[in-house]
Nanobody, 123 residues
Framework: QVQLVESGGGLVQAGGSLRLSCAAS????????MGWFRQAPGKEREFVST????????YYADSVKGRFTISRENAKNTVYLQMNSLKPEDTAVYYC????????????????WGQGTQVAVSS
């Protein structure tokens, strides 16, 4: 069983930065590919970024490419999402997700989810 807990959300002005963290329980973290998704009010949950179990492969949605960076520290069972140059349209609840081994960009591919952390970007 994998449990995920996100932190680091908050309110920030446009152009600002936030770093989200997701801590995973269990001893299998190094076998997990991790992903970040987000869901804005009234919209579907959408893919943001993913990172392979080793950290060697990453992938981003076009909307965040060049602004967001995903990383992980397997020794700390933690994955991060550094968000720079934030825009009002980045406002959403951000969810951490996990799946074994290979990266994925579809929410249906992930079996483990955190509770989410709210990010609000003011204009």
């Amino acid at each position: 069983q994998v449990q995920l807990v996100e932190s680091g959300g908050g309110l920030v002005q446009a152009g600002g930065s936030l770093r989200l963290s997701c801590a995973a329980s269990g001893r299998t973290f190094s076998s997990l590919a991790m992903g970040w998704f987000r869901q804005a009010p009234g919209k579907e949950r959408e893919f943001v970024s993913t990172i392979s179990s080793s950290g060697g492969s990453t992938y981003y949605a076009d909307s965040v490419k060049g602004r967001f960076t995903i990383s992980r520290e397997n020794a700390k069972n933690t994955v991060y999402l550094q968000m720079n140059s934030l825009k009002p349209e980045d406002t959403a609840v951000y969810y951490c997700a996990a799946r074994f081994y290979s990266i994925g960009t579809r929410k249906s591919e992930y079996g483990y989810w955190g509770q989410g952390t709210q990010v609000a970007v003011s204009s």
